[in-house]
């Protein structure tokens, strides 16, 4: 009885080194390592959290001019905007909630072009009537009217500190003027004009 158990026993154990249960684990490579890691599945990649819906939608449409805009700006902290049009006015918006805060007249005709002074508080504006105009945002008064260009006014923009502006326009010049300077005398004019171009200066 002890013979066939003792025979047993090794039988089973033969199986045992056959199946190969009795060697040794194997130590881990940096390739298995590295194996390991390729075959893991990759992490969901993260995308932008957008404040206000999809990239590409439409926010809001802001309604109020009567006819085409020719330019928009933002303000410097992206709270507001103003536009020009061809109903002769600008107007200053609320963007976080879509309302018209002000409406700026005195252009006689089409306002081609808006700029917003670096620090928010002015305006600048470019007409057809020849006519560039300097604005204050918060009450709406025109502070001052540049006279200078022969023909429409297609360009205008602020200098980094808000003390000169830029102007290109349809007679193929550039203007360069004085608008919040230590110089009284130098307010509200044109104090170089850039010649060159052969067309309208329109950007």
Known sequence: MKLKRTQLALALFSTLLLLGCGESPKSSTPEDT??????????????????????????????????DVWSVAFSPDGRYGLSGSGDKSLKYWDLQTGQCVRTLTGHTEIVRSVSISPDGR???SGSDDKTLKFWDLQTGDCLRTLTDHT????????????????????????????????KRLQMGKSLRTLTGHSEGVSS
Not at 37 to 56: H, W
Not at 160 to 172: C, E, I, K, M, V
């Open 122 to 124: 002015y305006g600048l």
């Open 34 to 67: 590295e194996s390991k890691k390729s075959s893991l599945p990759k992490p969901p990649e993260t995308k932008p959290n957008l404040d206000d819906g999809k990239l590409g939608e439409c926010i809001r449409t802001l309604t109020g001019h009567t006819k």
């Open 151 to 182: 023909r429409m006014v297609l360009s205008v923009a602020f200098s980094p500190d808000g003390r000169y502006g830029l102007s290109g326009s349809h007679d193929n010049t550039l203007k360069f003027w004085g608008l919040q300077t230590e």
